[in-house]
């Protein structure tokens, strides 16, 4: 993908931008997805996104840049094309017998599984949609993610994090560094074992 750089004015514009790169999969050098708002009132007021995400206050080494208003048309245009829902591999298993439906029409299907679709926290418009085969809507399989964790010095359970881009521990298992197995791997020491993140 070529470098992208966009101008930013206002915090929200900052917090609209990450939220669509981080939706995209995109994150920060460290592997954060923070907004990191110190950044931008330290006039961090061009974001650029590469092949991660990263700032500068004036325009880096005189790149063409687009206005946030651009930027963001440029993403309805894009959303036109289709939504697409993460859900775990035994949600979209099920979405996927639904849909088949043998033996009954889709609304038999629906009706039989109407407490199930209820129950998924993605909303019932996008999966009856989705179940009528709109192509505006697509599910799928979310990768699984995964933590880093040892045993302290006090035989505690601890957890990696990163502090500022510095790699960190923490007890509390909610603010733990999680990415997917590939990702996990390249932060992995004999002193720390890999776990399936809840």
């Known amino acids: 993908m070529s470098e992208t750089v966009v101008h930013v004015t206002t915090l929200e514009q900052w917090k609209s931008v990450l939220d669509v790169w981080f939706a995209q999969g995109y994150e920060w050098p460290d592997s954060d997805k923070e907004y990191n708002e110190f950044i931008f009132e330290d006039d961090g007021i061009f974001l650029n ?3 991660y995400i990263t700032y500068s206050r004036t325009n880096p080494r005189f790149k063409p840049f687009i206005e946030y208003s651009e930027f963001m048309a440029q993403q309805k245009e894009d959303n036109k094309m289709a939504m697409v829902y993460e859900v775990s591999q035994s949600v979209f ?9 043998e033996g009954i029409s889709i609304i038999g299907a629906i009706t039989l599984n109407a407490q199930l679709i209820k129950s998924i926290e993605i909303g019932n418009k996008a999966i009856l949609r989705y179940l009528a085969d709109d192509p505006a ?3 799928k399989v979310k990768k699984p993610l ?4 040892r045993i302290d010095d006090n035989g505690d359970k601890v957890y990696m994090t990163f502090n500022l881009g510095t790699p960190d521990w923490d007890c509390a298992k909610d603010s733990a560094f999680t990415e997917p197995l590939y990702k996990i791997r390249n932060w992995q020491t004999p002193a720390w074992e890999i776990e399936k993140a809840d």
């Open 49 to 51: 996104l590469d092949d």
């Open 93 to 101: 298993d099920e979405l996927q017998r639904i849909k088949a439906h």
């Open 137 to 139: 809507i697509e599910f």
């Open 146 to 149: 995964y933590r880093l964790w």
